[in-house]
């Protein structure tokens, strides 16, 4: 709905509680937190912020390919096109059905050749 800086606002509420208050949060809830905030942050275009969240999610939960597809995808976007293939590749070997991945690592490869 476009709602990214009330949805912003609510994510860093939960992040903050969590932190301030030692709540019981599991580290899939806390990533996915991260996450979804980080992808407001890049529908809003404020891209580094939107790395920061994922780099934060991807330490939290480092077995989970949707984190860092997401940071590839940060990463492409920022033109680190090294990067994004590493995110890539790492959700590759996490999931080798995943598409998405596929298909993005091939841009990116496409992408880093012709820059070159």
């Known amino acids: 709905m476009g709602k990214f ?19 019981r949060c599991s580290p899939e809830d806390l990533a996915t937190t991260y996450n979804n905030r980080g992808q407001s942050k890049y529908f809003s275009v404020d891209f580094y912020q ?5 780099t934060s999610a ?6 989970f390919e949707v984190l ?14 090294d990067e994004a293939l590493e995110d890539f590749k790492r959700a ?8 998405d991945a596929v298909l993005s690592l091939k841009q990116t490869l496409l992408n880093k050749e012709e820059k070159q």
Request: proline content about 2%; hydrophobic content about 35%; aromatic content about 18%.
């Open 68 to 81: 860092y597809y997401n940071r590839g995808l940060i990463c492409y976007r920022l033109g680190y096109f």
């Open 50 to 54: 939107a790395m920061d969240d994922s």
């Open 5 to 23: 800086t009330e949805a912003q606002e609510l994510y860093s509420a939960f992040i903050g509680q969590f932190a301030s208050h030692r709540s």
């Open 58 to 63: 991807v330490e939290i939960l480092p077995n």
């Open 92 to 99: 590759l070997d996490l999931n080798h059905g995943f598409q």
